[in-house]
């Protein structure tokens, strides 16, 4: 990618006119790696936006020549890898590859994890996959760095110690298909003394490949040939930097991992590059259940679960749809993160407030399907509050994988905020409404009730501490002084 400090700069906007591509396409040709994320600063122009982002002149042929790709029928992903071949080509033959200290958090996984980029190279790999097969391999994962996944020497160790080893090789094709050409995948063998090849070509066209969805789990079942026999799934992921791959024993519930994995990778994009928690602008969101029943003394505790998982998964769902992270959840409630973007700075904020829209109709939902399910009167709500500022972040380890973490006060301002919360409400803090860009404030209905809970507004547009909207004896009763002086507002309404 010509990246020369000397190319001319030109602004987002200016981008956006000369080739007619969304904001969101832009953001997704960054996401890719088709083009470098800009360069903000203070434009020159007065009386405009504070910051704007910046991008080499370059940039414009670059999308313009993706998009003659698009035209010709090429897919994203044979787009991508194109552009990084010619890269490779052109990089000079001194450089030494050193080993990448910004994928330690690969060691934190306790079971197997790979990570390979698009062309299907290894990029890194915890010790736990090396540790895999008895051979000390996993397809070629000790090897060193930028070795193919699906190098002859990697396929050879494989029909060697397995005697299923084409039903261990077929889910990774099918993986590898979304990515690489049938004509790449041959060149890995050509000139190459492999006498296996055949088979391999064969197993690569009778894939099917899997669509274009973020993740997958596949059942694996490795037969050493020893007569030892593992069973695993296969779960996919995939990140910006290529693909995670995880081998997690059968055995173990992958729901939440996927979930919690899932959530992590738009994080992951901006922390890859740090090497320890970083202070980052942030907004939090924490919803906590609210039921006329006591749940978990009225139901067994199976059905108690399931409903729990079912708001935590969905919820997480929903962080994802509006760009958010799930991050650790407390008893009956979830926490999302949403994370300001240097060429977007303030729409993580209004990101925040219409994914409060949606948990309230997708909780809406499911209360509905368990009244019907339960023949129960009992209403459920999830009570919202929205806060945010600038923390600290950072990945730690978990029992089952690792988990993104925010330390600070804000986070516990926002859970708090949540208990202040009832009825369904969503409240959000003085600070989240004014840092709103103009366009969505206006996009933005709230207020403050007369009488808490109430249907008339004393006027709309305005904020109260909460230490003025409960008396002192509910303050101390359900333990709020902690944002007894937070400035607050009750969010009626956001528009699309």
């Known amino acids: 990618m010509n990246s020369s400090p000397d190319s001319k700069q030109i602004s987002s906007k200016e981008i956006l006119a000369r080739t007619g591509i969304s904001r969101a396409t832009l953001n997704n040709y960054i996401g890719l790696s088709l083009i470098p994320p800009p360069t903000v600063r203070k434009p020159k122009e007065v009386g405009g936006p504070t910051k704007i982002g910046y991008f080499p002149e370059w ?25 990084m071949d010619e890269e490779i080509k052109v990089l000079p033959a001194t450089v030494e590859s050193k080993p990448d200290l910004t994928y330690q958090w690969l060691e934190q996984i306790p079971f197997p994890a790979v990570l390979v980029n698009r062309s299907w190279e290894i990029i890194q790999s915890n010790h736990a996959a090396e540790n895999l097969f008895l051979t000390g391999r996993v397809l070629g994962i000790a090897s060193a760095m930028k070795n193919k996944f699906f190098a ?111 959530g992590t990778a738009k994080l992951f994009g901006n922390m890859l590059s740090r090497k320890g928690p970083s202070l980052l602008p942030l907004c939090i969101l924490a919803a906590r259940l609210e039921s006329d029943l006591h749940l978990q003394t009225t139901l067994p505790a199976a059905e108690y679960l399931d409903l729990i998982n079912q708001i935590i998964l969905t919820s997480h769902q929903c962080f994802k749809d509006h760009g958010g992270t799930p991050a650790r959840s407390f008893p009956e409630g979830v926490v999302g993160l949403f994370l300001a973007a240097d060429d977007s700075p303030q729409d993580y904020l209004f990101g925040a407030l219409a994914c409060s829209h949606s ?138």
Request: glycine share 6%.
């Open 152 to 262: 002859p020497s990697s396929i050879r160790e494989l029909t060697s110690g397995f005697t299923n080893w084409e039903d261990i090789l077929t889910p990774h094709i099918r993986l590898a298909k979304r990515d690489l050409s049938e004509d790449s995948f041959a060149h890995i063998y050509r000139g190459s003394e492999y006498d296996a090849e055949e088979e391999v070509m064969r197993l690569w066209r009778g894939a099917d490949p899997l669509d274009d969805r973020p993740f997958y789990h596949q059942t694996l079942v490795l037969k050493h040939i020893d007569g030892e026999t593992r069973h695993c799934t296969l779960f996919s992921s995939a990140l910006r930097q290529g693909t995670l791959l995880l081998y997690v024993p059968s055995r173990m519930q992958l729901d939440q991992i996927l979930e919690q994995i899932l």
């Open 59 to 83: 940039v414009v042929d670059r999308i313009d020549r993706v998009r003659q790709l698009k035209s010709e029928g090429m897919r994203m992903s044979q787009i991508v890898m194109q552009f």
């Open 359 to 496: 948990l309230q109709r997708m909780i809406g939902d499911l209360d509905r399907r368990w009244k019907y399910k339960q023949a129960w009167n009992n209403t459920l709500r999830l009570n919202i509050g929205i806060h945010c500022g600038h923390e600290w972040a950072g990945t730690v380890p978990s029992a089952l994988a690792f988990e993104f973490t925010v330390v600070g006060d804000t986070l516990m301002e926002t859970v708090k905020l949540s208990e202040f919360c009832k009825r369904g409400a969503i409240w959000a803090s003085k600070k989240v409404i004014e840092n709103l860009s103009p366009s969505d404030r206006k996009r933005v209905e709230f207020g403050v009730r007369l009488g808490l809970y109430q249907e008339r507004f004393v006027s709309p547009n305005i904020y109260s501490p909460v230490k003025e909207l409960l008396s002192q004896d509910e303050l101390e009763g359900r333990g709020l002084q902690p944002i007894s002086n937070l400035a607050v507002t009750e969010v009626v309404e956001v528009f699309p």
